[in-house]
């Protein structure tokens, strides 16, 4: 079940550590076993957006390394992409480490939770009300989607969520946003695993290592298809619609948690 949450919830605009912490305070989940479950479900996830955009990686990889005169452009092109990447997770890394403990001790508090997945409910309501465009990411719109994301790091406020809205309030062409705004997610999923794994912290006996991988690639698949399904709602023009479910979701965990 969580595989299942965390492949849909990662990519959809309904905060997938919201629904975790939700998920897990109504089972129980301890502490221990719940960071090994999230290291592996959010390896599964970033597996997905290698997959679904692993044209466009290997594309930037080609350019950066495309040497010769003929390839100038290309070569820029790609390197100034990367840096506006770069840029675009550093927000997100000086609140971590600056503010790790008091967003950490948030994941106990599911009625906190709830609030927060109100509150993104209000936000992507709100993306109705903006007009579309056709620009390009700059490199004031990477760092302002990068405040975004910072701001995601607390539970219940959906990354996916905060980056995209604020690309549409740039007036971002909705492909470019989303390939954004996931190529600008995988090296911060894949430092939080990093980080879990070389702080020792995870536990190593409560549950087996095949059932762990088998949830990393239902996370792997049912987030790839949930990509999928992101990416033709921004198009579609029916993003906001996720609003009123984090609100009603949100609303839930009030009353009942």
């Known amino acids: 079940m969580l595989s299942v949450l965390q492949g849909v919830a990662e990519f959809l605009p309904i905060s997938s550590s919201g629904h975790l912490v939700i998920l897990q305070h109504i089972f129980e989940v301890p502490e221990s076993l719940r960071m090994r479950l999230e290291v592996f479900l959010h390896a599964g996830t970033m597996l997905s957006i290698f997959v679904?955009?692993?044209?466009?990686?290997?594309?930037?990889?080609?350019?950066?390394?495309?040497f010769g005169h003929d390839n100038a452009q290309r070569r820029m092109d790609a390197w100034l992409y990367a840096g506006r990447l770069f840029l675009s997770t550093l927000p997100a890394v000086a609140i971590y480490f600056t503010f790790k403990?008091?967003?950490?001790?948030?994941?106990?508090?599911?009625?906190?939770?709830g609030a927060l997945l109100m509150f993104t409910g209000a936000v992507l309501i709100g993306t109705r009300f903006l007009p579309r465009g056709t620009r390009?990411?700059?490199w004031m719109r990477a760092l302002l989607m990068g405040v975004g994301q910072a701001i995601a790091l607390l539970p219940g406020v959906s990354r996916s969520g905060m980056t995209l809205a604020s690309a549409r309030g740039g007036r971002v062409d909705p492909d470019a946003a989303a390939e954004f705004?996931?190529?600008?997610?995988?090296?911060?999923i894949c430092g939080g695993v990093l980080l879990e794994l070389v702080k020792g912290e995870v536990e190593t006996t409560r549950m087996s290592w095949g059932v762990l991988l088998w949830g990393m690639v239902v996370a792997a698949v049912v987030g790839y298809f949930s990509l999928a399904l992101l990416v033709k709602a921004l198009k579609g023009r029916w993003f906001w619609?996720?609003?009123p479910y984090c609100i009603v979701a949100g609303l839930c965990t009030l009353i009942f948690c």
């Open 101 to 113: 403990h008091q967003i950490e001790g948030m994941t106990a508090n599911a009625r906190m939770v």
């Open 136 to 138: 390009q990411v700059s």
């Open 241 to 243: 619609l996720f609003g």
């Open 181 to 188: 705004s996931f190529l600008m997610s995988a090296p911060l």
């Open 52 to 66: 679904f955009y692993a044209k466009r990686i290997y594309a930037l990889l080609g350019g950066a390394f495309a």
